[in-house]
């Protein structure tokens, strides 16, 4: 039997013999480890944003040279392919149908990192505990269209990263970021979605990713380019401190105006 868990089969006679809170135990049980180190060093790049929605004195665009700092939406939640809903649709048809089963699915993946967080301290709020809106698509579906059912994880739906991309400027599905604050880190997935759209932010993390950094939208959280490489994905220890600088030898920290 397949495990929504990375990197674990659950043994049938197990899954039938355990239930509730004795089940998600047992099976968190050995996973339960600090968050892997890794290489921080991060290459230098340059993204491009651009919104063009609405009347023109809403444009903006703009060119983000990384590593840098500014402000990040809390973006909702997103379907993924163990997500199964009683209707029979393939999306949610208001925000909250079968949004319960994907919490309780993330809160023990969470778990493996802070194992004594409540599914209240991880969303406190009612706008944590829904999908992300219809915006141009279907309730709780990203910028990848019905693709995002077949190849969208649980495992890597906690620590999505999204950001406003300029038309034709998406980064391929599985392009690795690292975030940081407050002394903490985690290696964010772009390339699923695109927004949000007020120019204050760079862009959108999970609640996940705010809960684990200690942030929410108006504390600043630096970001960086990881190299093409094998990286864990969720929080992880910076093993190596030092960060490649953009390739004008300058640190460009971005903090947006907020009015």
Not at 30 to 49: K, N, Y
Not at 199 to 208: A, S
Not at 222 to 242: T, W
Request: charged share 20%; glycine share 10%; with cysteine.
């Amino acid at each position: 039997m397949k495990s929504w868990l990375p990197g674990w089969q659950i043994p049938t006679h197990r899954f039938f013999l355990t239930s509730g809170l004795f089940w998600g135990l047992w099976l968190l049980g050995p996973v339960l480890a600090a968050q892997p180190s890794i290489d921080c060093t991060c290459r230098p790049d340059t993204l491009r944003h651009q919104f063009r929605f609405g009347a023109p004195p809403s444009h903006w665009q703009r060119q983000l040279v990384l590593p840098a700092r500014g402000y990040f939406a809390q973006e909702s939640h997103y379907l993924t392919n163990a997500d199964e809903l009683a209707s029979g649709a393939s999306f949610p048809q208001d925000v909250g149908e079968g949004i319960e089963a994907h919490l309780e699915r993330s809160l023990l993946l969470y778990q493996q990192y802070a194992p004594e967080t409540s599914l209240a301290d991880l969303y406190p709020n009612e706008w944590q505990r829904s999908w992300t809106p219809s915006e141009m698509g279907a309730i709780g579906q990203g910028s990848i269209g019905r693709r995002q059912l077949e190849i969208l994880e649980p495992a890597t739906e906690l620590w999505l990263l999204a950001m406003m991309w300029e038309r034709g400027q998406r980064p391929a599905v599985g392009t690795l970021f690292l975030v940081r604050a407050n002394n903490r880190a985690v290696v964010v997935v772009a390339g699923y979605e695109t927004g949000p759209g007020p120019e204050r932010y760079l862009g959108g993390l999970t609640p996940e990713v705010h809960h684990w950094l200690g942030t929410n939208a108006h504390r600043p959280i630096e970001i960086y380019r990881l190299p093409d490489g094998n990286f864990p994905v969720g929080p992880v220890h910076c093993a190596s401190k030092k960060k490649m600088a953009p390739a004008n030898g300058e640190r460009h920290p971005v903090i947006p105006k907020t009015n």
